[in-house]
């Protein structure tokens, strides 16, 4: 049971709720500042004062007043009208962390809701109601207003929802699990809408999924160091103390450690003085994504523990002010940040790959089959590594250097923090189809090599791979074999057999 209130939530917790289903309750004492505020903002409102987005229009429309008994029917027609989505919906774990930050950033309690707005979404995230939001609609400056209209009408009884494994309207899934459609008072609908929780748990999945990645990219690529029977030298800690990158250093001890044992690696010799750097400098280009990553998660853990709407109610202080915390700046630049990262990681596989692939710079058999001419062998998914590294080198264009005006110019810059985020998903589920192939040219050229004893980690991947995938003797397709490494890569199993061994990686 994960207790939020608005200030502690961890990346470690939020991926319990997201990936796992784990359950959620409010902090009592977090709910005590919720009341306080809602108290607050509803002793000001009977005053017949005149405040952003409670008795008012919305962006452009803020200079119209609405009168105190439309004020329920104004959060209402918010979220209809913003509801207007388009795509894809987002995936169930993405979704989930929508919830549980939006839920978050409510419990602090400067957004002026009641209990129950939160304990609703709280509700649906422990009943497993996971409303339907399409990806596409955001531009993530007044927060990411269209897909959290979505998830927010499902909380009133509006729209469908993925329930037991089917497509549902709301108030059916309600139904069966009990719970009513929540009554909007004033102020709710607009804090439910302003936020940057889309972008925030797309960039926690984001994270999570480019960390696992990596990892499993560095078993990979000591996997094609056997095969190619690298130089050893360019892992040794004496080189990286040098240059102490944190992240560098991580890389370099991974590798020594999944090396460990290895009677492969070659030492200076007259013939092969150094290699190239797709090998030699894994610890350096790791590194450096790896850096990307580190500062996304600084950002992030801010971010979640965030009041992210407007205006916010602070009771104590007497003030509800109208700000600009909604904007998706502080995320867009480290998303598009760590989608870059991940397009190297994916780049640099793929040179792996060609040295595997290609006999004059391997010594291998061609296309790493021993009847080539006959067989094609793994000529083509060396294409495809190319074709998704080609494809990850457009997604990694930053997305937040442009900016189109909306609202009639009343938001007149705009974040696009939410397609960035879109972006580094993608680029993910990329790079596990270029480490893949990766991955199978490895364990091919392991056995052509004639290797007689990998290293303690290799050894452990190489068998766990070829459990899965047999050696290529004569072609046979290869696109499914691809998918299967890379939905195991996703789910980071070869992480886990590296574990099991006690061959934990940093």
Excluded at 37 to 44: A, I, Q, T, V
Excluded at 166 to 192: D, F, I
Aim: negative net charge; charged residues 25%; proline residues 4%.
């Amino acid at each position: 049971m994960i207790k939020i209130d608005g200030i502690n939530l961890t990346i470690e917790e939020a991926l319990l709720v997201m990936e796992k289903g784990e359950k959620v309750k409010l902090d009592p004492e977090a709910k005590k500042s919720v009341i306080a505020n809602r108290e607050y903002l509803e002793k000001r409102l009977s005053g017949n004062e005149v405040i952003y987005g409670i008795n008012t229009g919305f962006g452009h429309l803020s200079r119209i007043s609405i009168s105190s008994d439309e004020t329920g029917i104004l959060q209402r027609n918010l979220l209809l009208s913003h509801a207007a989505g388009f795509g894809p919906d987002l995936e169930e774990a993405v979704v989930r962390g929508v919830m549980l930050l939006r839920a978050n950033a409510l419990a602090r309690g400067n957004s002026g809701v009641r209990p129950e707005v939160i304990e609703q979404i709280i509700d649906f995230l422990n009943n497993k109601i996971h409303p339907r939001i399409p990806a596409q609609g955001s531009v993530g400056a007044s927060g990411d207003l269209a897909p959290l209209a979505h998830m927010s009408l499902a909380l009133i009884g509006e729209g469908e929802v993925y329930f037991q494994g089917q497509v549902v309207n709301s108030k059916e899934a309600m139904e069966k699990t009990g719970l009513k459609p929540l009554q909007l008072k004033a102020k709710e609908g607009l804090a439910l809408v302003n936020g940057t929780q889309v972008m925030a748990s797309l960039g926690v999945l984001g994270l999570a999924r480019g960390l696992r990645l990596i990892k499993q990219a560095e078993a990979i690529a000591a996997l094609s160091w056997e095969g190619l029977r690298g130089l050893g030298d360019a892992f040794d800690s004496l080189i990286h103390n040098a240059r102490p990158h944190p992240g560098q250093k991580k890389t370099a001890s991974n590798l020594r450690k999944i090396l460990e044992g290895s009677e492969n690696l070659t030492e200076n010799c007259e013939d092969k003085v150094q290699d190239a750097y797709s090998l030699r400098c894994i610890p350096q280009v790791h590194g450096a994504s790896r850096a990307a990553l580190e500062h996304l998660e600084k950002i992030l853990i801010c971010e979640i523990n965030s009041s992210t709407d407007n205006p916010l109610i602070f009771h104590e202080e007497d003030r509800i002010i109208s700000g600009g915390n909604f904007h998706g700046q502080p995320l867009a630049l480290p998303l598009d940040y760590a989608g870059m990262a991940m397009a190297e990681i994916g780049n640099f596989s793929e040179r792996r790959t060609e040295r595997l692939v290609n006999p004059a710079l391997s010594g291998l058999p061609p296309f790493l089959v021993e009847n080539s001419g006959l067989n094609s062998g793994y000529m083509v998914v060396q294409y495809t590594a190319a074709a998704l590294v080609s494809e990850n080198k457009v997604l990694a264009g930053p997305a937040s250097i442009d900016s189109i005006p909306t609202s009639a110019n009343q938001e007149d810059h705009v974040s696009m923090g939410t397609i960035a985020g879109r972006k580094l998903d993608q680029i993910n589920s990329n790079l596990a189809g270029i480490l893949a192939v990766e991955a199978l040219c490895a364990c091919q050229a392991v056995e052509l090599a004639g290797i007689s004893r990998l290293g303690l980690g290799t050894k452990k991947v190489y068998n766990y791979l070829r459990n899965k995938i047999p050696h290529l003797k004569n072609d046979r397709q290869p696109s499914m074999e691809i998918k299967e490494v890379a939905e195991l890569l996703e789910e980071g199993r070869i992480l886990q057999v590296l574990e099991d061994e006690g061959c934990s990686l940093e």
